[in-house]
Nanobody
Framework: QVQLVESGGGLVQAGGSLRLSCVASGTIFSFNAMGWYRRAPGKQRELVATQATGFSSNVADSLKGRFTISRDNAKNTVYLQMSSLKPEDTAVYYC?????????WGQGTQVTVSS
């Protein structure tokens, strides 16, 4: 059973930074891709960043320059580094992974950016 456990969310002032972590059970190298999505209050879930195994990362155009995704295969962990945070970045952030056509999701971690 695959488990994705996020951490690192919290309350931060606008302009601040946070780093989210997602630890996966099992080796993340077996995943075809991993990444992050978010859901803001009253909005649909949206892609934040993904990284296919062995390929470069993909960050949503609106977040490029502020958000960076990275992976540490030895630690079975994927990270989301967020900087210059804005109130509109407030959302629940979900870790995502896919393997053999199946999608896996973490429980989510709340990020709140105050103005």
């Amino acid at each position: 059973q695959v488990q994705l456990v996020e951490s690192g969310g919290g309350l931060v002032q606008a302009g601040g930074s946070l780093r989210l972590s997602c630890v996966a059970s099992g080796t993340i190298f077996s995943f075809n891709a991993m990444g992050w999505y978010r859901r803001a209050p009253g909005k649909q879930r949206e892609l934040v960043a993904t990284q296919a195994t062995g390929f470069s990362s993909n960050v949503a155009d609106s977040l490029k320059g502020r958000f960076t995704i990275s992976r540490d295969n030895a630690k079975n962990t994927v990270y989301l580094q967020m900087s210059s945070l804005k109130p509109e970045d407030t959302a629940v952030y979900y870790c995502w992974a896919t393997r053999a056509g199946y999608d896996y999701w973490g429980q989510g971690t709340q990020v709140t950016v105050s103005s």
